[in-house]
C-alpha cells in the first residue's frame, strides 16, 4: 500500500507542476484555414455515415443477440 500511496503523490505533484504552463498561454494566433475546416466537416460527415452503415450491416446481428440474450434471462426466472 505504502508504494501505492507513493506513486499517487508523485503524479499529482507532476501534474500541479504542469497545469500553470497549460493555462498560462494567454494570445494563441492561431486559425482554421478554409481547406482544414472542410477537411474536419468532411471527417465528420463521413464517421457519421460511416455510424449508420454499421447498423444497418449489423442490425440483424444485434436483433438476434438481444433476443436470445432476453430470452435466456426469461426461460431462467420462469
Avoid at 486559425?31 to 449489423?58: E, M, P, R
Amino acid at each position: 500500500m505504502k508504494r501505492n500511496s507513493e506513486t499517487q503523490f508523485k503524479t499529482s505533484r507532476v501534474v500541479f507542476s504542469l497545469s500553470p504552463l497549460i493555462f498560462a498561454a494567454y494570445n494563441i494566433h492561431a486559425y482554421i484555414d478554409a481547406g482544414t475546416g472542410s477537411l474536419i466537416i468532411q471527417i465528420l460527415i463521413a464517421g457519421f455515415i460511416g455510424g449508420i452503415f454499421l447498423i444497418k450491416v449489423f442490425w440483424g446481428k444485434v436483433k438476434v443477440f438481444l433476443s436470445n440474450l432476453y430470452s435466456k434471462s426469461k426461460r431462467g426466472n420462469g
